[in-house]
């Protein structure tokens, strides 16, 4: 663990040690520092904006009721994003999973910044992410997007670490298969991949 | 990847490796073997741009603009709400005041039968219970066991008196008198002297 990563995991389990005694800005500091991931890790989940900041705030409610029973078997990040995973899955059973219609969106969630640049990309994404089940959507947004281990995806979804290797694996031969190929070179099925 | 079994082998673990590397937290070990690899084999170098490529998409911000204050906000109005929620969850519950009327309809029956069941005279008595009431005027006779039956009774009955318990383990009985104008010392002189009667006292009433 590098440096930066260790500093980050001590102020957030200090950070978590006084939201056990009480301490409301410990929470404020917390669920700011954490807002954006969830909301982008959510968004790939549920793919329904208009119940990720519920899903947010139902993960930190129990973060602050539970803050004391945090005892340090995993890293406190792995911690929050696996209420985060349970609560998106909970909110997923009420109230469904299809996508919203983008027109339902209200325009406080659209995002000011979408450059060009970025919208090829984004939509390069999006196709393959539509191809994914939800459990190979979130390994992927938790490897590829959090920067999480494999061990801790099994933490996060309380499954083996084989479990997540293969959604990985689908999840990547999938989009290999789906995503169209980098400028210049033809798009290839490749299925033997094993 | 349809290359060589031996090559193919290879393949499958820096296709596993990849992730790592691509988020830069392999070792320097595994970073190194999978760039070797990477520069001999065109597919294993295809899928790790695209790998790079995946990474770099998911690291763009989120589709979705949240305003995390206002977010917040509600949160922390939220946790001062829970005991208002629970006054209101239990007021407004029709099952918990079915409960709470089921229970006290079975506490009151529960009463009602306790106290029908203090007035009645328990048909047993414990060694911690007082000893079971005497009449007053009772007495103890022991009659000899070659007494015959016909002459107890006779006896009985010339001094009508009637018995009301025993024989008890000394083989007393206990013998109260139906005619009240009897005086009971007479009355005990007389058994004392009758034939066949060994003892005859009055019965002591406990204090």
Same mark, same amino acid.
């Given at each position: 663990?590098?440096?930066?990563?260790?500093?980050?995991?001590?102020?957030?389990?200090?950070?978590?040690?006084?939201?056990?005694?009480?301490?409301?800005?410990?929470?404020?500091?917390?669920? $700011?520092?954490?807002? *954006?991931? @969830?909301?982008?890790?959510?968004? &790939? %989940?549920?793919?329904?904006?208009?119940?990720?900041? /519920?899903?947010?705030?139902?993960?930190?409610?129990?973060?602050?009721?539970?803050?004391?029973?945090?005892?340090?078997?995993?890293?406190?990040?792995?911690?929050?994003?696996?209420?985060?995973?349970?609560?998106?899955?909970?909110?997923?059973?009420?109230?469904?999973?299809?996508?919203?219609?983008?027109?339902?969106?209200?325009?406080?969630?659209?995002?000011?910044?979408?450059?060009?640049?970025? $919208?090829?990309?984004? *939509?390069? @994404?999006?196709?393959?992410?539509? &191809? %994914?089940?939800?459990?190979?959507?979130?390994?992927? /947004?938790?490897?590829?997007?959090?920067?999480?281990?494999?061990?801790?995806?099994?933490?996060?979804?309380?499954?083996?670490?084989?479990?997540?290797?293969?959604?990985?694996?689908?999840?990547?031969?999938?989009?290999?298969?789906?995503?169209?190929?980098?400028?210049?070179?033809?798009?290839?099925?490749?299925?033997?991949?094993? | 990847?349809?290359?060589?079994?031996?090559?193919?082998?290879?393949?499958?673990?820096?296709?596993?490796?990849?992730?790592?590397?691509?988020?830069?937290?392999?070792?320097?070990?595994?970073?190194?073997?999978?760039?070797?690899?990477?520069?001999?084999?065109?597919?294993?170098?295809?899928?790790?741009?695209?790998?790079?490529?995946?990474?770099?998409?998911?690291?763009?911000?989120?589709?979705?603009?949240?305003?995390?204050?206002?977010?917040?906000?509600?949160?922390?109005?939220?946790?001062?709400?829970?005991?208002?929620?629970?006054?209101?969850?239990?007021?407004?519950?029709?099952?918990?005041?079915?409960?709470?009327?089921?229970?006290?309809?079975?506490?009151?029956?529960?009463?009602?039968?306790?106290?029908?069941?203090?007035?009645?005279?328990?048909?047993?008595?414990?060694?911690?219970?007082?000893?079971?009431?005497?009449?007053?005027?009772?007495?103890?006779?022991?009659?000899?066991?070659?007494?015959?039956?016909?002459?107890?009774?006779?006896?009985?009955?010339?001094?009508?008196?009637?018995?009301?318990?025993?024989?008890?383990?000394?083989?007393?009985?206990?013998?109260?008198?139906?005619?009240?104008?009897?005086?009971?010392?007479?009355?005990?002189?007389?058994?004392?002297?009758?034939?066949?009667?060994?003892?005859?006292?009055?019965?002591?009433?406990?204090?």
């Amino acid at each position: 663990m590098r440096d930066p990563e260790n500093d980050t995991e001590a102020t957030d389990r200090l950070l978590l040690q006084r939201m056990a005694a009480g301490d409301r800005v410990a929470l404020t500091v917390l669920y $700011r520092s954490y807002h *954006d991931r @969830l909301c982008r890790f959510l968004s &790939r %989940l549920t793919r329904r904006p208009d119940i990720i900041e /519920e899903v947010i705030n139902d993960c930190f409610w129990i973060a602050w009721q539970k803050a004391g029973g945090f005892h340090g078997d995993s890293r406190v990040s792995t911690w929050i994003m696996g209420i985060a995973y349970r609560c998106g899955l909970k909110a997923l059973r009420q109230h469904g999973s299809e996508p919203v219609d983008e027109d339902t969106i209200p325009e406080s969630m659209i995002p000011s910044h979408d450059p060009d640049d970025d $919208r090829e990309l984004r *939509d390069w @994404l999006g196709k393959g992410m539509d &191809r %994914l089940s939800v459990d190979q959507r979130v390994v992927v /947004e938790l490897v590829y997007g959090v920067g999480h281990s494999l061990d801790d995806v099994a933490v996060i979804m309380q499954c083996p670490v084989g479990t997540v290797k293969a959604r990985l694996f689908h999840a990547r031969v999938k989009l290999r298969n789906v995503l169209p190929g980098l400028a210049g070179e033809p798009h290839r099925a490749r299925e033997s991949a094993t | 990847m349809t290359v060589s079994t031996e090559n193919g082998r290879e393949c499958s673990r820096v296709w596993e490796a990849m992730p790592s590397v691509v988020m830069g937290t392999a070792t320097r070990e595994q970073d190194t073997w999978v760039h070797a690899h990477l520069a001999d084999c065109d597919n294993c170098r295809e899928e790790f741009t695209q790998q790079e490529r995946l990474r770099h998409a998911m690291a763009l911000p989120s589709d979705v603009h949240l305003d995390a204050n206002a977010g917040l906000k509600r949160l922390l109005t939220r946790l001062d709400a829970p005991a208002e929620e629970t006054v209101r969850v239990r007021t407004s519950s029709w099952l918990t005041r079915a409960l709470v009327a089921a229970v006290l309809v079975q506490a009151l029956g529960l009463g009602a039968l306790a106290l029908r069941l203090h007035g009645e005279r328990p048909a047993y008595r414990t060694l911690s219970q007082v000893s079971a009431p005497v009449a007053a005027g009772a007495i103890h006779v022991v009659p000899d066991a070659t007494m015959a039956l016909a002459d107890w009774n006779a006896l009985l009955q010339a001094h009508h008196l009637q018995v009301v318990g025993g024989p008890n383990e000394a083989g007393a009985y206990t013998l109260v008198s139906t005619d009240p104008a009897s005086p009971p010392d007479q009355l005990l002189r007389e058994l004392r002297a009758s034939r066949g009667i060994r003892f005859a006292e009055p019965v002591m009433r406990t204090p």
